[in-house]
């Protein structure tokens, strides 16, 4: 599986010769490919130029005398395999922030229905514009509504646009972001489990908390979040999103979240390992609305406590309920 879209650094110099024959001649060779000017003026002292390939991909490369700097959602030239790979946050701020026009502006241009949200779209731009994934995730927010059912669209994406729009994950974009996944096999299903990590990171700045996601422990294992705050302290929270159950071999809503849990906690989950200590927090805002008030009227035990039970509807509003000593505040826990 391709990752999502990084920058490679590749030192020494570069110049129109150079990367007619090193860049667009292999790329022209292998996919067909247009040469020509970037949309958006480079930074200041350099040049750039902007490849379009016959099948749809697309590349940037920005030079200078001694360096230069390639981004695209295309096969990488063979000049450049052995050059180093960097994040947005990691390449100089203004060759990140033309490189980010440009790609805005063509995802724009492809994607109309993403311009109202501007948020949105550059926090999954790595994945939006990736190589693999470039059309998986985009028709899981278009066709799918972000893994949110009984809702529109437009109401699923302003809800996160308006979450984004915080910034309270930009200092963590890569790593989330890539959690949508930038495969070509669509799968609404691994996709809509990835958001339960947003609808969580959203309940607790709601609540008050700061939230650093993935945070290391001893086992070897990455749990989901720790979640601070001056009065409360800190917690760690791990979170799973069960399917509905018509998505699944069980037959009822309760046995779907029991069963989702449990591969959290058994012998091989990292709540078992970890030996206490984590809060599991329980995304049912994937179940429509009947499957929820059948789970909310029993209100079952998930084999893990401390734990939340939740669903998380477009409009902001959240209920559920906790099982055990909940380590952080949540007003609308019943």
């Not at 999502?4 to 150079?18: K, Q």
């Not at 949105?120 to 066709?143: I, N, Q």
Request: some cysteine; charged content about 25%.
């Amino acid at each position: 599986m391709a990752r999502p879209l990084r920058f490679r650094y590749a030192p020494g110099h570069w110049d129109e010769a150079r990367i007619a024959r090193d860049i667009f001649q292999s790329l022209d060779a292998n996919l067909g490919a247009e040469m020509g000017a970037p949309w958006y003026t480079p930074p200041e002292g350099y040049e750039a130029r902007r490849f379009d390939m016959d099948n749809g991909d697309t590349a940037l490369f920005a030079w200078t005398d001694d360096h230069a700097y390639w981004i695209g959602n295309t096969e990488t030239p063979s000049a450049l395999w052995r050059t180093d790979k960097e994040g947005f946050d990691e390449a100089p701020f203004e060759i990140s922030r033309w490189a980010q026009r440009e790609l805005i502006s063509e995802l724009f241009d492809e994607s109309p229905w993403l311009k109202p949200y501007p948020h949105l779209s550059w926090f999954f731009l790595p994945v939006f514009l990736s190589k693999d994934g470039r059309e998986t995730t985009r028709a899981f927010f278009h066709d799918h509504s972000a893994g949110l059912p009984d809702t529109t669209r437009d109401e699923a994406l302003a809800f996160y646009e308006s979450f984004f729009a915080t910034g309270v994950l930009d200092e963590y974009r890569e790593v989330m972001a890539g959690k949508l996944g930038t495969s070509e096999y669509f799968d609404p299903i691994r996709m809509a489990a990835a958001m339960g990590e947003f609808d969580v990171a959203y309940l607790l700045t709601e609540a008050g908390y700061d939230i650093t996601p993935e945070i290391e422990v001893a086992t070897g294992h990455s749990i989901d979040f720790r979640a601070e705050n001056t009065k409360a302290g800190g917690a760690l929270i791990e979170v799973t999103r069960p399917l509905p159950p018509n998505r699944r071999s069980v037959s009822n809503p309760v046995a779907a979240i029991r069963d989702t849990a449990q591969t959290k906690t058994n012998g091989q989950g990292q709540l078992a390992e970890h030996g206490g200590g984590v809060t599991l927090f329980v995304d049912c805002s994937s179940f429509p609305d009947d499957d929820w008030a059948a789970i909310m009227g029993e209100q079952p035990d998930v084999r893990h406590r401390p734990a939340v039970v939740f669903r998380l509807r477009p409009s902001g509003h959240v209920e559920g309920y906790s099982k055990g000593s909940v380590p952080v505040d949540l007003p609308w826990l019943s």
